[in-house]
């Protein structure tokens, strides 16, 4: 959710090296949205970010839009998010991506440094968040 995102955020500034992140299906909503922006052109080397069915909205992909501009995505997936149409299309189109190869399984990356926090139930989530920022594990 939004707190995790929150809590990730000035974790990502620091994996530098990081090519695939994948936040998909967490439920940030426009508040973690806004949070984890920022962040992302800190990712140079990332290649792949999908966010989709996280309910941000028009007003996330607004808060991404000025941030994906400056990416060299390859791959960038906001489906799924309540986005309006044009402005979805809009913010793929400044994403400079191909989300469709992701979907049809075009991704043939290998040796590559990936972090993916899925967001059905499961327990982890928050040990990692935690090891990537130097904090305890709360999941003990």
Known sequence: GPDGAKALAPCLVKLTSLTDLDLGENNMGSDGVKA???CLTHLTSLDL???HNNNFGD???ITLLPHVTKMNLTLFGIDENNISPALEAQVQLAAKSDYRALLHGD???INTSRLCIVGYPCTGKSS???TLAGA???DS
Request: aromatic residues 0%.
């Open 36 to 38: 984890l922006a920022p």
């Open 49 to 51: 970010l999908v966010l």
């Open 59 to 61: 007003e996330g992909a």
């Open 107 to 109: 991704d043939e990356r």
């Open 128 to 130: 990692l968040v935690d």
């Open 136 to 138: 305890p594990s709360r």
